[in-house]
């Protein structure tokens, strides 16, 4: 079954580091860029980043630069998004997702498979 | 940046409707468009890419349209299952962003 698996809930407290982990299964993990989506209690989605397993080529939406840490650890298909320091305004449910594309006239890019999310709670 | 915008915040038919859902972006983002789905407790799903193209195994209610900067997704005769929040999603090259607009909710009148 292709899936993307994520890692569980978390409780933290300001200030604490904390990684989380999405592990792909059933597809090709290094030929497909995984995304990591934030979506706050109640409101939207918001996009952090996005990595490609295969060479670890990371690139970050402005908003979140320097906030974050996107890696990937291909030998065991997972990707992970990490902070050094967290704060109250990173409680949040955390998607990771794949990246898929259509070549055409242009490149259309979409995420088609995602994973289930992990909540993360920041409070003291 | 481009922003997408989409109306209504909240939309209210009633099953076996119609349903109309509109997404605007600032400039034009030509069709790099994709709708997704999102039921409570749930992750997003994929819908529409290409601004028409249905994502595998999507019923056949579901349609998407538009290029430029407006955009539609449209639910022909809707099932109780499809009442959820709906989110558009543009795609930025370079550099790159991928800008979600802030979701229609659907809801049962």
């Known amino acids: 079954e292709v899936q993307l698996v994520q890692s569980g809930a978390e409780v933290k407290k300001p200030g604490e580091s904390l990684k989380i982990s999405c592990k792909g299964s059933?597809?090709?993990?290094?030929?497909?860029?995984i995304g990591w989506v934030r979506q706050m209690p109640g409101k939207g989605l918001e996009w952090l980043g996005i990595?490609?397993?295969?060479?670890?080529?990371?690139k970050y939406s402005p908003s979140f630069q320097g906030q974050v840490t996107i890696s990937a650890d291909k030998s065991i298909s997972t990707a992970y998004l990490q902070w050094s320091s967290l704060q109250a305004s990173d409680t949040a449910m955390y998607y990771c997702?794949?990246?898929?594309?259509?070549?055409?006239?242009?490149?259309?890019?979409?995420?088609?498979?995602w994973g289930r999310g992990s909540l993360v709670t920041v409070s003291s | 940046e481009i922003v997408m915008t989409q109306s209504p915040a909240t939309l209210s038919v009633s099953p076996g409707e119609r349903a109309t859902l509109s997404c605007r972006a600032s400039?034009?983002?030509?069709?790099?468009l994709a709708w997704y789905q999102q039921k409570p407790g749930q992750a997003p799903r994929l819908l529409i890419y290409?601004?028409?193209t249905r994502a595998t195994g999507l019923a056949a209610r579901f349609s998407g349209s538009g290029s430029g900067t407006e955009f539609t997704l449209t639910i022909s005769s809707l099932q109780s299952e499809d009442f959820a929040v709906y989110y558009c999603?543009?795609?930025?090259?370079?550099?790159?962003?991928?800008?979600f607009g802030q979701g229609t909710k659907l809801e049962i009148k």
């Open positions: 059933g597809y090709s993990f290094t030929n497909y860029w």
């Open positions: 990595i490609y397993p295969g060479d670890s080529n990371t």
């Open positions: 400039q034009s983002v030509s069709n790099n």
């Open positions: 999603q543009h795609y930025h090259a370079w550099p790159p962003m991928y800008t």
């Open positions: 290409g601004a028409s």
């Open positions: 997702a794949r990246l898929d594309a259509v070549v055409g006239r242009t490149i259309l890019w979409y995420f088609d498979l």
